[in-house]
């Protein structure tokens, strides 16, 4: 969930295009957190409508998405975001990214399913009353309006997962942005979800483990160790990706047999 403090100065000029392609320009970008480097040297332009990023555990992917919507700034390089510098974007962030966690449980912070969608609202200025009219019509129009009045806590993990992305998608943003959203769910929920996600007009960046979640993706990066190791299309990224992590499985297993 985006929320940002309401600004009761006179507004600033905004700085973002929402329109801008590409979205994210990163050049020679480093991080790094506690003393240790996480990613270093990344220049890449981000402008495609479905991008999946992939990698082991800790070779940077959830703090490379975490640049896209401020959670993250970098340490060195220079990063622009909707064609403005990354740290004059920032205020603007919260409107044009949404973003979802990999826990719903992290995410959602209102009792019930009316409460977390309207929130958005509000925080685009409509009053109660409107908020939670339009968050009843957004959840119908999603085919979710039997959940309005449901518990978020009560939810099948599906369910919350869903309503997070809805709570996302109701403020309308021009990137939405997915750090392995469907790793706890069954099949039936990754499904529905999938299909859900493949649907939208956003612009969508998404970390997954799962290679199959990101068929039909028009690019993949791969990082490994805080670098670019690979970019291009699903068709040739992510068999190599493949065959690495076989090669990867190989030689461990004739180092254990020695």
Same mark, same amino acid.
């Given at each position: 969930?985006?929320?940002?403090?309401?600004?009761?100065?006179? *507004?600033?000029?905004?700085?973002?295009?929402?329109? %801008?392609?590409?979205?994210?320009?990163?050049?020679?970008?480093?991080?790094?957190?506690?003393?240790?480097?996480?990613? *270093?040297?990344?220049?890449?332009?981000?402008?495609?409508?479905?991008?999946?990023?992939?990698?082991?555990?800790?070779?940077?992917?959830?703090?490379?998405?975490?640049?896209?919507?401020?959670?993250?700034?970098?340490?060195?390089?220079?990063?622009?975001?909707?064609? %403005?510098?990354?740290?004059?974007?920032?205020?603007?962030?919260?409107?044009?990214?949404?973003?979802?966690?990999?826990?719903?449980?992290? *995410?959602?912070?209102?009792?019930?399913?009316?409460?977390?969608?309207?929130?958005?609202?509000? *925080? +685009?200025?409509?009053?109660?009353?409107?908020?939670?009219?339009?968050?009843?019509?957004?959840? %119908?129009?999603?085919?979710?309006?039997?959940?309005?009045?449901?518990?978020?806590?009560?939810?099948?993990?599906?369910?919350?997962?869903?309503?997070?992305?809805?709570?996302?998608?109701?403020?309308?943003?021009?990137?939405?942005?997915?750090?392995?959203?469907?790793?706890?769910?069954?099949?039936? %929920?990754?499904?529905?979800?999938?299909?859900?996600?493949?649907?939208?007009?956003?612009?969508?960046?998404?970390?997954?483990?799962?290679?199959?979640?990101?068929?039909?993706?028009?690019?993949?990066?791969? +990082?490994?160790?805080?670098?670019?190791?690979?970019?291009?299309?699903?068709?040739?990224?992510?068999?190599?990706?493949?065959?690495?992590?076989?090669?990867?499985?190989?030689?461990?297993?004739?180092?254990?047999?020695?």
């Amino acid at each position: 969930m985006a929320y940002w403090r309401k600004n009761t100065r006179k *507004q600033r000029p905004r700085v973002c295009d929402p329109e %801008a392609s590409p979205y994210a320009e990163f050049h020679d970008i480093g991080l790094s957190i506690g003393g240790r480097r996480i990613l *270093q040297g990344l220049s890449l332009t981000l402008s495609e409508h479905r991008i999946g990023v992939i990698g082991l555990n800790g070779s940077g992917k959830s703090s490379f998405v975490r640049l896209l919507n401020g959670l993250r700034t970098p340490d060195a390089g220079s990063l622009t975001l909707f064609g %403005a510098p990354g740290e004059r974007a920032l205020p603007e962030l919260p409107r044009h990214v949404g973003f979802v966690f990999q826990n719903p449980d992290h *995410q959602a912070i209102f009792p019930t399913v009316e409460e977390e969608i309207a929130f958005g609202l509000t *925080q +685009l200025g409509a009053d109660k009353t409107e908020s939670r009219a339009r968050a009843r019509d957004f959840l %119908a129009r999603h085919g979710c309006g039997q959940l309005a009045d449901s518990p978020v806590a009560e939810l099948s993990g599906g369910q919350k997962q869903l309503i997070c992305i809805l709570a996302v998608l109701v403020m309308e943003p021009r990137l939405l942005v997915l750090d392995e959203p469907l790793t706890s769910l069954d099949a039936l %929920a990754t499904g529905r979800i999938r299909d859900k996600l493949l649907s939208l007009p956003q612009k969508i960046v998404m970390v997954s483990h799962d290679l199959g979640h990101l068929a039909g993706f028009d690019r993949i990066l791969w +990082l490994e160790d805080g670098r670019l190791r690979m970019d291009g299309p699903p068709d040739t990224v992510l068999p190599a990706y493949s065959a690495d992590i076989r090669r990867r499985l190989g030689t461990e297993a004739e180092l254990a047999a020695l």
